[in-house]
Structure formats: structure tokens, C-alpha cells
């Protein structure tokens, strides 16, 4: 399976979670030096773009978030990409509290601390910017926590976030959590199903995207409540392929393609488009966007999806 999944050298400062950590406390994080962000700015009216949501992930411990304002369609001048996606935060675990906890590395620190010129340049060009939560290997997991108070906390960390740094969402992305490390417990049916009620109540207008993988996408039901519904995206984890992710949200919801830039082939990631188009689905998912000029990688799908060569601008 690891042969499809994310190429992602995101060995990602999981490793450095020996690093002095950030950790939660009700509503802020102990030891954080960010003033509240200030309130975002209405955003420009991007010009209108006909077709699928495009979605890039950048990885923030060597890209900058900016690359993904940078293309734009040759035909009419939108946006290429709707949503970047900040990879990634991470879900930890005090050991002391026996807790979970939001941490950010380095890298994802300095994007939030900067977020005047990181986060909302993509946002007043009407691009959503949304901050992805991964495991970090301490066995705390979106599918583990004890206690719907225990998941509901968390959801605070993460609503919190959302609101001082200005930011348009939350990913989930149930990986490398190892499950039952730090006597921890294995993935239970509730879990998810707490935290992700407990997220969108908190924050009702904002995106909650769906990386479909690990235990916690396979447990979107418990006790009559099912929380498919409370995404607004769920796309395929497995880049230059096709699969539907197994959620009950329609198409316009849903990306069964998933695309590596600059290693995902450009007659694959055509392919993959057209069939995106085809088969009406409405979100085009890809990775790993870094600071060169990729517009051949870029174009190869715009074309299908938008029927337009990207254009890139440094």
C-alpha cells in the first residue's frame, strides 16, 4: 500500500515531536507568541471558472503555501486551484495528562505566525486555505480518544485554530498514528463520529475535508448518527489512481483522482481528469505543489477539467 501512498519525505517532522511541542490548553496553546490574526479581508472576486474544485496540498517543510496563487488559467485568468491545503499539523499525545493534543512543527508554526503573507495573499484571491491533521507516531488518533468529552476537547484545539489564524478549515488525515503506542487505545466506533459532530457544530461555515484513509475513515457511523454528510470534500489517498472514496457524499463532493505534481505522469494525470469530467465528479485532488514552474504538470489537467493551459507567475 505504501508503494501508492504519498511520496511524502513528510517523515514530516513526525520525527521532531521530540521537538518542544505546542501544546492545547482550553481554548489556546501554552507557549504560543502569535497575536490573534487579524480579521481576513473580504476576498477579490476571482474571475469565474467553470468546472470541478482543484485542490493542492503543499508540503510547508520545504514549499511555500504561496506557489499554489501562482497559476492561473490562460483562458479567462482564474484561479487554477480553490483550496490549499497546509500539510500538516499533527495529533499528539501527553503522556503526563494522557491526552491528545494539536502540535506544529516548526514550519507549520512559521506559516500560521505569518500568516499576513502566507495565508491571506491565497485567500484575498479567493482561495480557501485550510490546515491538515496527521498522527506523529505517539499513538493519538482521531479514532482513539476515550471519551466524547476527550473528542470534543480536541475538535476545540483545532476550531480554535481555525479561528485565531484566520484559516478556512480542517483536513483529516488518519496516518501514522500508530494506534496503542504510549498505552494508548485502538481505534473504537465513537470516536470520529464525536469529534467530527463536535467540529462542525463548532464551526458551521467552514470546510472539514476527508483524506480518505485509515481507521478513522472507515468509522463515520455510531449510535444512529452518521457524519458523512458533515464534509465537504473526501478524496482518494492514493496518488495516480482512481478510486471513489466509500462516503455517503454526492460526486460534487467527491475526488477519486488523486495526482502527485511532477511525479504523477502528465498523460496519467490527463487521464484522470477527463474521467473526473466523465463521470461528473466534482473535486480534482493533488499533491506535494512545490516552488518550481510546473504549468506542463498543471496544464495537463486543466485542460481537461477547465478546457485551458495554466499559467504560471512567480
Do not use: C
Not at 57 to 75: C, F, R, W
Not at 183 to 200: C, M
Amino acid at each position: 500500500m505504501f508503494s501508492l501512498l504519498r511520496s511524502r519525505a513528510r517523515t514530516v517532522a513526525l520525527a521532531l515531536s521530540a521537538v518542544a511541542a505546542l501544546a492545547f490548553g482550553a481554548t489556546a496553546t501554552s507557549g504560543a507568541t502569535a497575536a490573534p490574526a487579524p480579521e481576513k479581508a473580504a476576498p477579490a472576486p476571482a474571475p469565474a471558472k467553470q468546472g470541478p474544485t482543484s485542490v493542492a496540498y503543499v508540503e510547508v517543510n520545504d514549499n511555500s503555501m504561496l506557489n499554489v496563487g501562482k497559476y492561473t488559467l490562460a483562458n479567462g485568468g482564474g484561479n487554477v486551484f480553490d483550496v490549499a491545503v497546509i500539510f500538516a499539523a499533527n495529533i499528539n499525545y501527553d503522556t503526563s495528562k494522557k491526552s491528545a493534543y494539536l502540535y506544529f512543527n516548526e514550519n507549520v508554526q512559521r506559516v500560521l505566525d505569518n500568516a499576513a503573507t502566507q495565508i491571506r495573499p491565497l485567500q484575498q484571491k479567493g482561495i480557501k486555505v485550510v490546515l491538515s491533521v496527521l498522527g506523529n507516531h505517539q499513538g493519538a488518533g482521531f479514532a482513539n480518544f476515550p471519551s466524547q468529552q476527550a473528542a470534543s476537547a480536541f475538535a476545540k484545539q483545532l476550531s480554535d485554530t481555525v479561528t485565531k489564524y484566520g484559516l478556512d478549515g480542517i483536513d483529516f488525515d488518519d496516518e501514522y498514528a500508530e494506534y496503542g503506542n504510549n498505552g494508548t487505545g485502538q481505534p473504537n466506533d465513537s470516536s470520529f463520529v464525536h469529534l467530527v459532530t463536535a467540529l462542525r457544530a463548532n464551526m458551521p461555515g467552514k470546510i472539514i475535508s476527508l483524506y480518505n484513509i485509515g481507521p478513522a475513515a472507515s468509522r463515520l457511523s455510531y449510535g444512529g448518527v452518521d457524519v458523512s454528510s458533515k464534509f465537504d470534500y473526501a478524496w482518494n489517498p492514493y496518488y495516480g489512481t482512481w478510486q471513489v472514496p466509500g462516503i455517503d457524499l454526492p460526486k460534487s463532493k467527491l475526488s477519486p483522482a488523486a495526482v502527485e505534481i511532477g511525479r504523477t505522469s502528465q498523460s496519467t494525470a490527463a487521464d484522470l481528469a477527463r474521467r473526473t469530467v466523465s463521470e461528473g465528479y466534482g473535486v480534482y485532488l493533488t499533491y506535494n505543489l512545490d516552488g518550481a514552474d510546473r504549468s506542463a504538470d498543471v496544464s495537463a489537467f486543466t485542460r481537461e477539467l477547465y478546457g485551458s493551459d495554466a499559467v504560471y507567475k512567480p
